[in-house]
T-cell receptor
Framework: TQLLEQSPQFLSIQEGENLTVYCNSS?????LQWYRQEPGEGPVLLVT?????EVKKLKRLTFQFGDARKDSSLHITAAQPGDTGLYLC????????????FGKGTKLSVIP | EAGVVQSPRYKIIEKKQPVAFWCNPI?????LYWYLQNLGQGPELLIR????????DSQLPKDRFSAERLKGVDSTLKIQPAELGDSAVYLC??????????FGEGSRLTVL
């Protein structure tokens, strides 16, 4: 059983469209992180959310942590080809936990 | 500031042969991780070090995998003997005190 379920698994959209990807769990996380991974590279941290209901914005990316700290979403406005990649969410169980559990990721393709 | 450095980037070996991967973390990061990533999947933790101590190796297949982090800086991950199913990308990461991971580019292993 996967601790973190990410959906959709694959997403292909046209440049300029908006999209939302989801990260869901039945477990409560002390924090949740989002990473983006490009082919042949390691994942790169985008954001960390800690407080239930927290919303963080990074340019055209908006991250939200669920009130119960069990789920999160990533919304991209006006997607660009440079947004193409594998988006991974990772949750930390327990305060101060350094052990992250990763979801399987959403593979996003933005077509010019 | 230099990032996490891994080598080799690519390795092709025949089954039953040994292989070793090396990782140099970001200076000052006491926590080091080895993850395994299969194609289309999220990273799965193999082992986590706090300085030179392995604090979580519960997912490391100890019959064929071993790791060490002498002097609490560089680390090596070894597989002996390699099996076909070990073909994957082996990612090394180090983290800040906030638990935010910085990944290397990974070592892609192909076992023939």
């Amino acid at each position: 059983t996967q601790l973190l379920e990410q959906s959709p698994q694959f997403l292909s959209i046209q440049e300029g469209e908006n999209l939302t990807v989801y990260c869901n769990s039945s477990s409560v996380f002390s924090s949740l992180q989002w990473y983006r991974q490009e082919p042949g590279e390691g994942p790169v941290l985008l954001v960390t959310v800690v407080t239930g209901g927290e919303v963080k914005k990074l340019k055209r990316l908006t991250f939200q942590f669920g009130d119960a700290r069990k789920d999160s979403s990533l919304h991209i406005t006006a997607a660009q080809p440079g947004d193409t990649g594998l988006y991974l969410c990772a949750g930390a169980l327990g305060a101060g936990s350094y052990q992250l559990t990763f979801g399987k990721g959403t593979k996003l393709s933005v077509i010019p | 500031e230099a990032g996490v450095v891994q080598s080799p980037r690519y390795k092709i070996i025949e089954k039953k042969q040994p292989v070793a991967f090396w990782c140099n973390p970001i200076s000052g990061h006491n926590t080091l991780y080895w993850y395994l990533q299969n194609l289309g999947q999220g990273p799965e933790l193999l082992i986590r070090y706090e300085n030179e101590e392995a604090v979580d190796d519960s997912q490391l297949p100890k019959d064929r995998f071993s790791a060490e982090r002498l002097k609490g800086v560089d680390s090596t991950l070894k597989i002996q003997p390699a099996e076909l199913g070990d073909s994957a990308v082996y990612l090394c990461a180090s983290s800040t005190e906030l638990g935010e991971l910085f990944f290397g580019e990974g070592s892609r292993l192909t076992v023939l």
